[in-house]
């Protein structure tokens, strides 16, 4: 029973290159979030998708940053552009149910971003 | 917009003492109270949690107080072990909307 999984763990760019995360949901779960965790900072909420669907994305920012979560296939998170203030760890969590009643997120282990 | 502030940042107990970290958030209509611990490099792992329809939610050593009227909820520890020290995150959400809303962690040191 898989949790859920983000790859790469750590990934590093130079300013300007483009960084893509990967999240694969808990078997079963088909809504996913997206956090960004700074170093000794909290997490901060960037984007919630369903299969194929945006719902929330109030908490990334307009440009360079985007989020899908195709039919088939793992979330992706892009950075296009990157610079070095985008370094951080970047969360993943998947629910069952999704926002209509407050069910549990699982996170999973995180990408470390590093911006060169 | 909604806020949830914890306190406080860092707590530093002898083995076998009790923790305790407190979080207030500002949605009144907020209604489910995650807490999570998070070891170094590792991921938020879901350790408690309570619905604004309880007051008190207990799991072997660790507990979870809510108070609504005050918009304040409590994260007890009991009989602290060394393998207790992480981050502890306290998180908020409402229903209907899809994001927790976390406080800014407690870096909780358990000394032997």
């Known amino acids: 029973n898989a949790g859920v999984m983000q790859n790469p763990r750590h990934l590093v760019r130079r300013r300007g290159q483009e960084a893509r995360l990967r999240c694969s949901p808990m078997k079963g779960h088909s809504h996913v979030y997206w956090y960004r965790q700074l170093p000794e900072e909290g997490l901060k909420f960037m984007v919630y998708l369903q299969k194929e669907n945006i719902i929330d994305e109030s908490g990334m920012p307009k440009e360079r940053f985007s989020a899908e979560f195709p039919k088939e296939g793992p979330s992706i998170l892009r950075i296009q552009q990157v610079v070095r203030g985008d370094s951080a760890a970047y969360f993943c969590?998947?629910?069952?149910?999704?926002?209509?009643?407050?069910?549990?997120?699982?996170f999973g282990p995180g990408t470390r971003l590093t911006v060169l | 917009g909604e806020n949830v502030e914890q306190h406080p940042s860092t707590l530093s107990v002898q083995e076998g003492d009790s923790a305790v970290i407190k979080c207030t958030y500002s949605d009144s209509a907020s209604n489910y109270f995650p807490w999570y611990k998070q070891e170094l490099g590792k991921r938020p792992q879901l350790i408690i949690d309570i619905r604004s329809n309880v007051g008190e939610k207990k799991d072997q050593r660790i507990a979870v107080t809510l108070n609504k009227t005050a918009k304040h909820f409590s994260l007890h520890i009991t009989e602290t072990q060394p393998e207790d020290s992480a981050v502890y995150f306290c998180?908020?959400?409402?229903?209907?909307?899809?994001?927790?809303?976390f406080g800014t962690g407690t870096r909780l040191k358990v000394l032997a």
């Open positions: 998180a908020a959400t409402t229903s209907g909307t899809y994001k927790y809303i």
């Open positions: 969590a998947s629910s069952l149910l999704g926002g209509s009643g407050t069910d549990t997120q699982y």
